[in-house]
């Protein structure tokens, strides 16, 4: 399976929203014990994630094992620390317990620059 792209946009200083579910013939892709992680980079080459989320230490992304479902919830507090204007790179991807590793989503991702601020 090829990861499916999927371009998205983060508003700044707002909670971003991202799901994702895994099917194979209509049927949920088992996820039990799968890590799932996310990150956006300014380019495929950067060295340095502009933002790292994961279902296990750092949080942001759960997995429902049942239902092949990944859900990312990133904090307005994070993106309204992101560059505003940014464009750049990410992917999200499911790390099983074999050490098997599965880029669901790929794309390109834009920060949209937040006005109203505290």
Known sequence: M???THNIVIEQGA???????WTDGGS????????ARMQVRKRYTSDEAVLSVDSDTLGGVTVDPLT???DV???A????ALPGRLRGVYDLELLFPSGRVVRLLKGRVRVDPEVTKE
């Open 68 to 70: 092949g479902v990944v």
């Open 77 to 80: 507090a994070d993106t309204a």
């Open 15 to 21: 909670t971003f929203e991202l799901t994702a579910t």
């Open 28 to 35: 949920p892709v088992d996820l039990t014990d799968v890590l």
């Open 2 to 4: 090829g990861a499916a």
């Open 73 to 75: 919830e990133i904090p």
